[in-house]
Each structure stands twice: as C-alpha cells, then as structure tokens.
C-alpha cells in the first residue's frame, strides 16, 4: 500500500492536507474543506481507508484536524467514519483524535454528533494555539 499524501497549495485554502501512513496506521486530515466536488476529493481517501481495513495492521489512529468543512464535506466525513465503525466491529484498535479551538464550539458540538450518530468514542483534544499549516 503507498503513502497517501496530499500536499498544501499555496491560495488553496479550501482543500485538506492528507497525510495517510500505512506503515504507521497514522492518518490525518488537516486545514479546511469547502470543496465543490467533495467526491472528486473524498472518493480517493475513502478507498484507501477501505484498502487499509481489508489489508494491513489491526490498528488505526485518525487525526482530525480540520478547522472549518462544509455540508458536503461533513457528509463524507461522516462516510469516513461509518468505516470506521466497521472496522471497530472487527476487533481492530481504533483511535480517533479530533483536535478543536477553545473558542470553536461547533467543531465539538459537530464531534459530539459524530459520536451519537456512529457510536464511536473520539478524544476531543483542545488546541493550546493555532497550529501552523504542514507543508509536506
């Protein structure tokens, strides 16, 4: 399985930073998503997750750093999750870390929904500052 990663664009703000490590099991998805074609973007990263589940190590850790994401995007993140779910149910180790700004209570209020909708426990991890942008 290959490294899935999706670097910054400079003036790109409204696409995600992908950072998928199969040797790892560490996953993240940072920055802001307000796609357009949210199934162009979404549709790659919801394969690879498939692949992983069905393919390589029992655990997976999955770092939520998104700031701000639209409706279509929240769809597919929920997506995202219901295979997570999934691979719970299998026996798997799952973590889910979703990091959030003291000041941005939708960002838990949205975790906390997640959580009743799919029956996943996530850590809610407050940002002590903003983190910079990675640049890969």
């Not at 993240?28 to 990263?45: A, K, R």
């Not at 850790?61 to 995007?73: A, P, V």
Request: hydrophobic content about 35%; overall charge negative.
């Amino acid at each position: 399985m290959r490294h899935l990663i999706i670097q910054a664009v400079e003036d790109e703000y409204y696409r995600p930073i992908v950072d998928f490590n199969p040797h790892t099991g560490v996953c993240e998805i940072s920055g802001e998503s307000y796609l357009e074609q949210v199934d162009e973007f979404f549709n790659p990263l919801l394969n690879w997750l498939r692949e992983y589940a069905d393919t390589q190590a029992d655990s997976l850790t999955f770092n939520f750093k998104l700031t701000y994401y639209n409706t279509s995007s929240s769809k597919k993140i929920l997506e995202m999750l219901k295979l997570f779910t999934e691979f719970a149910q299998r026996g798997k180790k799952l973590t889910i870390n979703w990091y959030y700004e003291p000041s941005d209570s939708d960002l838990i209020e949205d975790a906390e929904d997640f959580m009743m909708i799919t029956g996943l426990r996530f850590n809610l991890i407050k940002k002590e500052r903003s983190e910079p942008k990675k640049l890969l």
